[in-house]
């Protein structure tokens, strides 16, 4: 009677597994071959200089990509989660980091509490292009603009999707029927996406005279966005490589005190 209660169950467990196997084929020819829209391109690599344990953070290029948001993605994108105080980590001095935010307007209250616009501070946050969602659909025919404070972490590929997506705007196939006001992008999923193309060559005039092609542009803003996301990233990648040496000759203490605590008992 166990063995077959034994038997039963693993019976079921294999089924469990291999049924989700078995109907995936068919599943995923049904997305592909029976309409569905179609996979989106692979992924550029742009050989970023933070990749790996001791990459870290090229702040020229991440000062540029804050020049692009600066001058093209803040039109219709946020930076819910920053102060502009947190530029500061990128190289730019307190005086700079003051006229910079200087350059908007945010809503507060007088002496007598009534509503007036001021020139913002270091410790207020980025500015919102729109009030609200609502104004932000209608203002751009339905869709949504994402925050950009995390969103080289929340989409497969991180950085590398923001570096593709930039460069992946292109005429469609004849054989594609487009949605009404979509662009056609090779690296976007479905390959429609509602954003026009919003870089370009020469879009960006750098203050440092950097070159100014679309993958350079594309390159800088995601090595900004990368950086908006996890701003601690080098300091975390230093901290790491201090406590690998640390530990590595506290092993070897570890392994010698063993030794000679055993070697006794015997």
């Given at each position: ?21 078995l109907?995936?084929?068919?599943a ?81 209250f ?48 991180g ?8 460069q ?18 090779k690296?976007?999923?479905g390959r ?6 919003p ?17 350079d542009?594309a390159?800088?803003?995601a ?38 605590v ?5």
């Amino acid at each position: 009677m166990k063995l077959r209660l034994v038997l039963g169950a693993a019976m079921l467990a294999l089924g469990a597994v291999a049924l989700p196997l078995l109907l995936l084929p068919a599943a995923h020819a049904q997305d592909e071959g029976a309409g569905g829209p179609p996979p989106p391109d692979p992924l550029l690599d742009a050989k970023f200089s933070f990749r790996g344990p001791f990459g870290t953070l090229d702040k020229a290029a991440a000062q540029r990509g804050l020049q692009i948001y600066k001058e093209v993605c803040s039109n219709c994108h946020g930076l819910y989660e920053m102060s502009y105080r947190n530029i500061a980590a990128l190289g730019f001095t307190e005086d700079q980091v003051k006229a910079f935010a200087a350059e908007y307007q945010v809503d507060d209250f007088n002496d007598k509490g009534e509503p007036v616009k001021r020139k913002a501070l270091p410790s207020d946050r980025f500015v919102r292009p729109f009030a609200n969602e609502a104004a932000a659909r209608e203002a751009m025919n339905g869709a949504y603009p994402p925050d950009l404070a995390l969103i080289a972490k929340s989409r497969k590929g991180g950085p590398d999707y923001v570096y593709s997506l930039m460069q992946g705007y292109a005429d469609p196939p004849a054989s594609m029927k487009m949605g009404d006001g979509l662009n056609y992008n090779k690296f976007f999923p479905g390959r429609q996406i509602a954003m026009p193309q919003p870089l370009t060559d020469g879009a960006v005039t750098f203050t440092d005279g950097s070159p100014n092609t679309l993958a350079d542009e594309a390159k800088d803003v995601a090595t900004f966005l990368e950086w908006a996301a996890e701003p601690e990233a080098d300091e975390r990648k230093q901290l790491g490589t201090w406590v690998i040496l640390f530990l590595i000759p506290l092993t070897g203490l570890l392994y010698a005190l063993k030794v000679s605590v055993w070697s006794k008992l015997h």
